[in-house]
């Protein structure tokens, strides 16, 4: 379970910032972080997820993806009980978070830096600094997490998606939607992974 040291030296965005410190800061305080294997970790899939839900100042890519969840009928219930954590005390510590925290600014903080992602959490950051690296992006941001949730989430989490009423190609289609209006220009990339999410 890798240290988000040891996958990214990458400036992350304020927004971004926000999200894994709720993701952490939920996971911490409101559940076990102890995996059953004496290893210890702050983020992990579900935890992300959570934060996008509730971050108490939601960026453009959060405000998105609350509006999908509602529309797309997502058992919003359920992602937050697989953190052991009703919606009122995940909003409660978003707005701890919020009160707390200072965006950051030119690069990865040691606060970040030091937060321990499980296997599948680590995947999804890994990935999404692989693409911004050949990208040649200058942040690593929502946008670009997000879109690994939707068109490369981990192979070994497809049951929590289906329990969750996730729909692969709706929920695919819905962000290109949103990436049309908020940033068009990522549409051509983005694009030729919806495919897949069609096979």
Known sequence: MPPLSEITQAEISPDLGNILRLAASTHTKLSDVDTGTGERFNINFASLF????????????????????????????????????GEAAAIDVSQQ?????T???????????????????????????????SRQLRYLDCQLIMGVLVYRAPVDHPDNLEIWRFNKVDWAADYLTFLFAFNPSEIPYWQKYYGCTRD
Request: glycine letters at 2%; aromatic letters at 6%; proline letters at 4%.
């Open 50 to 85: 959570v934060a996008f839900l509730t971050v108490d100042r939601p960026d453009p890519v959060s405000r998105w993806f609350r509006a999908y969840a509602k529309a797309a009928n997502i058992d919003t219930v359920a992602i937050l009980a697989k953190e052991r954590v």
């Open 97 to 101: 978070v919020s009160r707390s925290s």
């Open 103 to 133: 965006p950051v600014e030119a690069s990865i903080d040691k606060a970040l830096a030091d937060l321990y992602l499980t296997q599948s959490a680590g995947g999804i950051l890994r990935e999404a600094e692989t693409i911004r690296q």
